[in-house]
């Protein structure tokens, strides 16, 4: 009877489509709405985010599969700690990968999107004048993302979103620390001058120049 109560309760839920769910669930762990470690009950979710308790596990699965959720027998998920160096290998990892679509996105590039990434350029380096680090770490995603978008590479890209969704914790802590924007903007500048000068070799050089820097940085900040 409790069974078929619950069947009925989750039926009722709004529902969410499961991809939207399972990228909701990924923002919220990757925004630090959950920290790591922390139990991700279902029934706390499928309330929280108006989906049947199905899906919230079929989502979590997929979180898993994604490395960014530990599933415990016995015990439910919870949100997986990756080490700083758990991180500093992703970053090894994404350096070959970054570097591949940095160089497509320099063979691909139309003109209109070196305009966007003109105007993205001048808005990254105005950020860290203004001192507005909030900004500054969301201009740098959205050029991550864009980079990857150019680039048209989808196989790269798919690995990518994974890895990143993993490491993206200890990279926004050190986009925060003090001193850290003015090294890398100029870095990602000279990244978006390589690309929209059509360089596939500079695009891909500076890019792998950046993430070496990355590395370096988290490796003191241990």
Known sequence: MADATTSRSDEMQATMPLRELTQVIRDAIMDGEYAPNQRLIEADLSLTFGASRAAVRTALLELANDGLVDRV???????????LEEAVEILEVRIELEGLCAAKAAERITDEEITELQSLRRQILATVDDSDLLEYSTLNQLLDRRIRDISQHRTAVSVLERLRAQGVRHQYRLAFRA????????????????????????????????????????KVLA
């Open 73 to 83: 027998p016995n015990r439910g998920s919870r949100v997986r700690a990756v080490t």
């Open 179 to 218: 001193g850290r924007a003015a090294v890398s903007a100029p870095e990602h500048a000279a990244i978006i001058d390589a690309i929209i000068a059509r360089d596939p070799q500079a695009a891909e050089a500076k890019t792998r120049d950046h993430l070496l820097s990355v590395i370096k940085a988290l």
